[in-house]
């Protein structure tokens, strides 16, 4: 009988970690980054429109996941369009953390872009994120670098 037990609790623990390892791990979901946007007067961007600026994506939705693939952050935008960061080729990389703080690099090689999402909890227990973006250099369309904030929940 006992055999059997722990047969049985074996098995469910093994296709409990299975199930989580299929699904993956969600670590961040964060809504409506807002923040402040630098547009330098690189490429095609002339120094009459180098600018500061505010900065949002509102109703957009950032979530930070880790699965057997490794770490991706996916963006769903207002007209629930997703991106996903990984599948766009960008290499993502979780640099340091812990229970309270992280930090991962989204790097796009060929577009020469980096960002970086950090969520953490505040010391009043908000779940927040920073989101820091560089698309200065390489191929990006627009140069551009922006701090932006985000709520989780």
């Known amino acids: 009988m006992l055999h059997q037990w722990l047969a049985l609790a074996l098995a469910s623990a093994v296709a409990l970690i299975s199930t989580a390892q299929a699904n993956g791990e969600v670590i961040a979901t964060c809504h409506s980054p ?9 490429g095609a961007t002339p120094p009459s429109m180098s600018r500061w600026e505010d900065d949002k994506a509102r109703g ?3 979530t930070i996941t880790r699965d057997q693939a490794g ?13 996903s960061s990984r599948a766009d080729g960008a290499l993502v990389t979780r640099r340091m953390g812990d229970a309270e703080a992280q930090t991962f690099e989204v790097f796009y090689e ?4 980096v960002e970086l999402y950090s969520p953490f909890r505040d010391h009043l227990g908000k779940r927040r994120l920073i989101m820091m973006q560089n698309r200065i250099g390489g191929t990006a ?3 551009k670098a922006a701090v932006l904030l985000a709520d989780c929940g």
């Open 141 to 143: 369309a627009v140069p």
């Open 60 to 62: 957009a939705t950032i």
């Open 110 to 113: 060929q577009e020469g872009v």
């Open 71 to 83: 770490f991706d952050v996916t963006f769903r935008d207002l007209g629930g369009h997703v991106r």
């Open 34 to 42: 807002i923040g402040r946007a630098y547009f330098p007067s690189l």
